[in-house]
């Protein structure tokens, strides 16, 4: 049904039954058809043209546009808005959005841009399809010259030379300016008034007010030519240059005109002077001798002076030209192909025959011009994809590309589908290569397709479809967090966690590797695709007793892959793997001879880093004593029995015993003597000897 053709049907229903007479019935039903946003807008006109003035203010109104949409409610509601993106991206206009009155935001320069060209988008604000339906119109803006700039001379200073013998009438020399205002304003060979402002004050020059050639108007001093061979005469005009503007602008220049002695014969003066165009077009299809270009360059000088030669300098490194040097006549030596070489630059010399020989230099540049003799060619000619089943239809399934050589309307490539088992359930863009599906597919599908390209030449390439599995399951873990207890002397390279995640997809989607994604200070490894956790360096209780980190396992899919976190926490359990460590050792104590009994003559302190039973230290006499006895817990030693003499001294070995199992222990020696007389620690040889048998055990006495 179309709304906007028919917004009402009215139909006849008639019933009858089988009797005789045969009775009838009639209903009159009316349908009114809802309206649906099936109509984008259109504009009154593709392409709007418009003038304004580089003056005019920011608000002034250019043009209005008109765009219809013949839907109802917000689906005929029209919108307007530049396309910043294709056109004004400095802002220079701005259109309102529901008039469509285009206006000027920011002050114009026509010298810098004398048009604008602008992409206005009309849309409606239909919901369906997201965004609405739009069109777009072109606005043509030209911009009209107000005269706001005076004329510029092309050199700030033009040095000439001229003989004394110059006759009248001869030209010396062309100044130029030109005006950047256009029109009646800034066309030069019209506008612009030259005229000698000072400098002349005998008469000897004169200018061309129209075109600023200026020519001597006498004679040049031949009673003095004597003089002239000595001495420089110089020459400085004032020029000024007017255009024919209200009220008109003048620009001034100082040109110096020298003559530096009298020449009486002509001399090579003249360097030779390009007249040709330095740009050439040839088709690439020519045969071999085809007249590409006529090289022309004019020398002033008279007799061999002014006879010009022509050579290729550079360039034609693939001698695929060659120049007549007399006439200048370029032709071809070899065919031409756009597809290897499209442009040329030849750097051409134009040498006259004077002596010293003067010359000018010319870049002629040569563009071949493409025909259509390039078939096109697909990047592959066997394309292998996949495509997941059970997709709703238009969902993507390769993109095919092929390149044809040529330029212009000759590359430009259609692609479409051979007609074969299966391809109605597929579309092809014809101008991107994309394919899409048409409906939605079967795993167990398989089909072949030839893709074409235009219609003048084509080409064809085959793809070969595969429905594969979706990868819409994550691995699972078992449990959502792990945490083990390892004891701090595990080797190296030590296992202390398989994880396992199961992924319920098949082929790659279901393969599941395995990392870490946390610092784990280089104590410990994964497997990636076991999921076995690992020791990478030895552990110690004492510096880090606690390990958190994430495992993440993740499927190889190469299309969004899925994965899932679990968080590992390792406790590192404590080994007695430290000795006690006695805080001094030996340990001298005084101790007066009169010291009563039960008195604590001296105290020894050890440590132990291990924790718990591991560092909890017992402290012995390793030989019986009746007269010192040791606190086992503090490590004091009590003096239990009187001193017998006054010079009394004895040595005490004492033991520290963690309580591991087994237990580790050191050893002091306590030397205990009265004031009176202080024992000289000594060994019983001066020298030991031991013979230890290879690979004993630690620990071994």
């Known amino acids: 049904l179309d709304r906007e053709r028919a917004e009402v049907h009215r139909l006849v229903v008639e019933a009858w039954d089988g009797g005789s007479p045969r009775r009838r019935g009639r209903l009159r039903v009316s349908v009114r058809v809802l309206d649906e946003n099936d109509n984008a807008p259109t504009f009154s006109r593709g392409e709007y043209r418009a003038r304004l003035r580089e003056d005019a203010p920011p608000g002034t109104a250019v043009c209005r546009l008109r765009a219809t949409d013949p839907d109802l409610g917000a689906n005929g509601e029209v919108r ?110 019209e506008v612009v008034s030259y005229r000698i402002s000072s400098g002349d004050p005998h008469g000897k020059f004169s200018i061309d007010p129209q075109f600023g050639i200026i020519r001597t ?72 001798g085809f007249l590409v270009h006529h090289i022309i360059a004019k020398d002033p000088d008279e007799g061999r002076n002014g006879q010009v030669t022509y050579h290729i300098l550079s360039g034609n490194e693939n001698k695929a030209f060659v120049l007549d040097k007399i006439t200048g006549l370029l032709t071809t030596a070899q065919l031409l192909d756009r597809e290897i070489q499209e442009r040329y630059s030849l750097t051409v010399m134009a040498l006259d025959d004077g002596s010293p020989a003067l010359s000018a230099m010319q870049v002629l540049t040569i563009i071949v011009l493409d025909v259509n003799d390039e078939i096109p060619i697909f990047t592959k000619q066997l394309y292998e994809t996949a495509v997941h089943e059970n997709q709703d239809p238009g969902e993507f399934v390769v993109k095919v590309e092929a390149v044809d050589r040529d330029a212009g309307l000759n590359s430009l490539l259609w692609y479409k589908i051979l007609p074969g088992i299966g391809y109605e359930k597929f579309k092809m863009n014809s101008s991107s290569g994309e394919l899409v599906t048409t409906a939605s597919l079967d795993r167990e599908s398989q089909e072949v397709f030839s893709i074409k390209g235009s219609p003048s030449r084509s ?77 990478t360096k030895a552990l110690d209780q004492e510096t880090k007793s606690q390990y958190t980190f994430r495992v993440v396992a993740s499927d190889c899919s190469t299309h969004l892959p899925r994965s899932t976190t679990v968080s590992v926490v390792v406790h590192i359990e404590d080994v007695n793997d430290n000795d006690p460590i006695f805080l001094q050792n030996p340990i001298r104590a005084f101790v007066p001879a009169e010291t009563p009994v039960n008195e ?38 009590i003096l239990r029995e009187p ?18 199992v087994p237990p580790r222990t050191a050893t002091a020696m306590v030397i205990i003597f009265t004031e009176e007389h202080e024992e000289e620690i000594s060994f019983s040889h001066s020298l030991y000897e031991a013979s230890v048998p290879e690979n004993s055990a630690a620990g071994g006495h």
């Open 80 to 189: 307007y808005a530049i396309n910043r993106r294709q056109s004004d991206p400095d802002g220079y206009f701005a259109v309102e959005e529901r008039s469509g009155v285009l206006r000027l935001r920011r002050p114009l320069d026509r010298e810098t841009r004398a048009l604008h060209r602008l992409v206005v988008e009309a849309r409606d604000g239909g919901a369906e399809p997201e965004g609405g339906l739009s069109a777009q119109a072109f606005v043509r803006i030209e911009i009209e010259d107000i005269n706001d700039n005076q004329p510029v001379f092309e050199q700030d200073m033009y040095v000439t030379s001229i003989s004394s013998h110059t006759q009248p009438g001869t030209e010396v020399i062309n100044v130029v300016a030109t005006d950047r205002d256009s029109g009646i304003y800034g066309i030069v060979t």
């Open 217 to 288: 108007k006498k004679q040049l001093d031949h009673e003095t030519q004597a003089v002239f061979a000595d001495k420089q005469q110089e020459y400085t005009l004032h020029i000024s240059a007017e255009d024919c503007g209200s009220p008109p602008l003048t620009s001034l220049l100082v040109l110096d005109s020298l003559a530096v002695k009298i020449i009486i014969l002509d001399v090579n003066d003249n360097n030779p002077n390009f007249t040709s165009s330095p740009l050439s077009y040839v088709m690439e299809d020519v045969e071999v």
């Open 459 to 535: 080409s064809t390439a085959q793809l070969y479809l595969t429905v594969l599995d979706e990868n819409d399951h994550s691995p699972l873990f078992a449990k959502t967090q792990y945490q083990i207890s390892v004891t701090e002397d595990l080797e190296e390279g030590s296992a202390i966690l398989d994880l396992c995640a199961s992924d319920e997809d098949d082929g790659l989607n279901g393969e599941v590797m395995y990392s870490l994604i946390d610092n784990t200070f280089g104590a410990f490894a994964i497997n990636s695709v076991t999921g076995s956790i690992v020791t």
């Open 600 to 637: 604590t003559v001296a105290t020894v302190r050890a440590e132990d880093v291990d924790l718990g039973s591991n560092g909890a230290i017992v402290f012995n006499l390793m030989i019986a004593e009746t007269v010192f006895q040791i606190d086992v817990k503090t490590g004091d030693i």
């Open 643 to 660: 001193l017998a003499s006054k010079d009394f001294s004895t040595q005490l070995l004492v033991t520290a015993s963690d309580q591991g």
